[in-house]
């Protein structure tokens, strides 16, 4: 037997012992990104319980912009969004003017799905009031966009409207074309809307907003509402202590 290959039959073993002395750190890292791995998606899996929530069960605490709600399951537009804790936003549906949470589908026709762009003058629309609740992030809250962005955008003259309403077109080829800036005319921040026209068969709707601490809620409605705006404005104040008593 030659030296060579002697040296060589000798250092076999020990290549088979620096091998398994490498596999040990490198199996104990991929043991360590596996758990690693398992944790993360244990603490991020959404924790609402995978049972449907009934739409007769009492009111959920949701919050949306850390602001504590009390939402009843059978006003929630999206079933996705019927359970408790933190929301990015939530879809919501009243009956008008009782603000009672529609009942189920089929005691009074299909459901409305939460996704759908229908205005809502289209969907029953002496009998339904559509709320959205998310944050505000960014975007100036109602009020200030009424004192600064709004003017920029609007036409020089307002028409009169119904109930000391006054009626303001926004020029065309701005953000808001083909929409009214609507409002009380003594008192604009007591009450201001934006809403469509009516095209063809499309019935107007309006977008009135309201903050809440740091949510913003946008309720939509049939243009013809403005008949009594005033009963409009006083059915937003008994939906935001409807949703959120501690504001009382």
């Known amino acids: 037997m030659t030296a060579h290959a002697f040296s060589r039959r000798q250092a076999q073993p020990q290549i088979r012992r620096t091998a398994r002395s490498l596999l040990l750190p490198l199996a104990g890292i991929a043991l360590l990104v596996v758990g690693a791995g398992v944790f993360v998606s244990f603490v991020l899996w959404p924790t609402w319980p995978s049972r449907p929530v009934r739409l007769d069960a009492p009111a959920l605490p949701i919050t949306v912009a850390n602001v504590l709600l009390d939402v009843p399951p059978a006003a929630i537009r999206a079933a996705v969004q019927r359970h408790a804790g933190p929301h990015d936003r939530i879809d919501l549906v009243f009956l008008w003017p009782s603000l009672a949470p529609p009942p189920p589908a089929g005691k009074d026709g299909a459901e409305v799905?939460?996704?759908?762009?229908?205005?809502?003058?289209?969907?029953?629309?002496?009998?339904?009031?559509?709320?959205?609740?998310?944050?505000?992030?960014?975007?100036?809250?109602?009020?200030?966009?009424?004192?600064?962005?709004?003017?920029?955008?609007?036409?020089?003259?307002?028409?009169?409207?119904?109930?000391g309403l006054a009626i303001l077109p926004f020029r065309a080829a701005t953000p808001y074309e083909g929409e009214d800036l609507v409002y009380f005319a003594d008192n604009p921040e007591q009450f201001f809307a934006r809403c469509t026209r009516q095209v063809g068969a499309v019935p107007g709707t309006c977008m009135h907003e309201r903050l809440v601490d740091t949510a913003e809620l946008t309720l939509r409605f049939p243009r013809t509402w403005l008949d009594d705006w005033r009963g409009v404005a006083a059915g937003a104040d008994r939906l935001v202590a409807q949703l959120h008593p501690q504001a009382r």
Request: hydrophobic share 45%.
């Open 113 to 163: 799905p939460a996704d759908s762009n229908a205005p809502a003058g289209a969907v029953d629309a002496g009998q339904r009031l559509f709320v959205t609740v998310a944050g505000l992030g960014p975007v100036l809250p109602p009020a200030e966009r009424l004192r600064t962005i709004y003017p920029r955008y609007v036409a020089a003259q307002a028409g009169a409207g119904p109930g």
